[in-house]
């Protein structure tokens, strides 16, 4: 990563820092956490009123969103979503009420104050079936194929590597799984330096992709059945959109993860030593449980339940 890109996560992540430190701290006050968006384009207005006041005021407040993912998703009961860039838990917490007992909400954010916030919020709500996980989005800590829906409100727009966050997203998705995400999205018309004009980064505007780089990003990382639906103006040129695509049921595995001749059950050299996983992003023991086959024995072909891997 270069130091520009670096500098620039940097500054995204002191941003919501801040605003998790606002609500923390306006929480304490005798009127509550204020919300921090006051724009009618973004924050908590964008939910229904039944919503906001079955949570906890400091999630409301938190919010910082230009949609509510949460209802365009269709989630289901039972079902496993990840909210990327979950900031305060508002989409976490409406999540978990939406899939229930049996299924189970994971909120990735890179930003301490953040989760700190998030977790008090789930405690407030009684939430037990949520999870929250620190990283970034570009790097998602969760094994492969173990999500049913991926969610984010107005958080992809602010990555430094947007195609490493739609790999990572397709990557996690079950066969068949399923985005469903707002974001700030430009028109083609618009170039980078005229997104830039209408407003900075940090303010979800100037690292907006247009409807055609968003599409052309999820369909290279292997979706399929995307659709970019307009919501409303945030700025000149610039929406909110609610963005659908699947992962295919029979997927192919992105360029250079292909199997090679001497790897089978997601792993290189099979029961030898020497085993490695072909998704680097698993341990040999995920891999393989991952692959739901023995592993390979012999020359012939034969095969046999594997021994105790090699851990990586």
Same mark, same amino acid.
């Given at each position: 990563?270069?130091?520009?890109?670096?500098?620039?996560?940097?500054?995204?992540?002191?941003?919501?820092?801040?605003?998790?430190?606002?609500?923390?701290?306006?929480?304490?006050?005798?009127?509550?956490?204020?919300?921090?968006?006051?724009?009618?384009?973004?924050?908590?207005? @964008?939910?229904?009123?039944?919503?906001?006041?079955?949570?906890?005021?400091?999630?409301?407040?938190?919010?910082?969103?230009?949609? &509510?993912?949460?209802?365009?998703?269709?989630?289901?009961?039972?079902?496993?979503? @990840?909210?990327?860039?979950?900031?305060?838990?508002?989409?976490?917490? @409406?999540?978990?009420?939406?899939?229930?007992?049996?299924?189970?909400?994971?909120?990735?954010?890179?930003?301490?104050?953040?989760?700190?916030?998030?977790?008090?919020?789930?405690?407030?709500?009684?939430?037990?079936?949520?999870?929250? @996980?620190?990283?970034?989005?570009?790097?998602?800590?969760?094994?492969?194929?173990?999500?049913?829906?991926?969610?984010? &409100?107005?958080?992809? &727009?602010?990555?430094?590597?947007?195609?490493?966050?739609?790999?990572?997203?397709?990557?996690?998705?079950?066969?068949?799984?399923?985005?469903?995400?707002?974001?700030?999205?430009?028109?083609?018309?618009?170039?980078?330096?005229?997104?830039?004009?209408?407003?900075?980064?940090?303010?979800?505007?100037?690292?907006?992709?247009?409807?055609?780089?968003?599409?052309?990003?999820?369909?290279?990382?292997?979706?399929?059945?995307?659709?970019?639906?307009?919501?409303?103006?945030?700025?000149?040129?610039?929406?909110?959109?609610?963005?659908?695509?699947?992962?295919?049921?029979?997927?192919?595995?992105?360029?250079?993860?292909?199997?090679?001749?001497?790897?089978?059950?997601?792993?290189?050299?099979?029961?030898?030593?020497?085993?490695?996983?072909?998704?680097?992003?698993?341990?040999?023991?995920?891999?393989?449980?991952?692959?739901?086959?023995?592993?390979?024995?012999?020359?012939?072909?034969?095969?046999?339940?594997?021994?105790?891997?090699?851990?990586?």
């Amino acid at each position: 990563m270069s130091k520009e890109t670096t500098a620039l996560r940097e500054t995204v992540r002191r941003r919501y820092a801040a605003a998790a430190v606002s609500v923390t701290e306006g929480g304490s006050g005798c009127c509550g956490p204020q919300p921090i968006e006051v724009d009618e384009n973004f924050g908590s207005t @964008l939910y229904a009123a039944d919503e906001r006041d079955a949570l906890p005021a400091e999630a409301v407040a938190a919010s910082l969103g230009c949609g &509510n993912p949460t209802a365009v998703a269709e989630l289901r009961e039972g079902e496993r979503v @990840l909210d990327l860039g979950s900031g305060g838990g508002i989409d976490v917490l @409406l999540s978990a009420r939406r899939v229930g007992p049996a299924g189970k909400a994971y909120g990735l954010d890179m930003t301490e104050e953040m989760l700190s916030l998030a977790l008090a919020n789930a405690r407030k709500a009684g939430a037990t079936n949520v999870e929250f @996980l620190k990283g970034t989005i570009e790097a998602i800590p969760l094994p492969a194929e173990t999500i049913d829906v991926v969610i984010s &409100n107005c958080v992809i &727009n602010l990555s430094v590597d947007k195609p490493a966050v739609f790999a990572e997203t397709f990557r996690v998705l079950k066969p068949g799984g399923r985005i469903g995400v707002c974001d700030v999205v430009a028109d083609d018309a618009l170039t980078p330096g005229r997104r830039a004009e209408r407003g900075d980064y940090v303010g979800c505007i100037a690292g907006a992709l247009s409807f055609a780089e968003y599409r052309a990003g999820l369909e290279a990382a292997g979706f399929t059945d995307v659709r970019i639906t307009p919501t409303h103006s945030v700025s000149d040129g610039m929406h909110s959109a609610i963005v659908h695509a699947t992962k295919p049921v029979t997927a192919e595995l992105p360029t250079g993860t292909a199997e090679s001749a001497d790897a089978c059950c997601g792993v290189d050299a099979c029961c030898t030593p020497a085993e490695s996983a072909v998704d680097t992003a698993l341990t040999v023991t995920e891999a393989k449980a991952d692959s739901g086959c023995a592993c390979r024995n012999g020359e012939d072909g034969a095969t046999s339940s594997p021994a105790a891997p090699t851990q990586e």
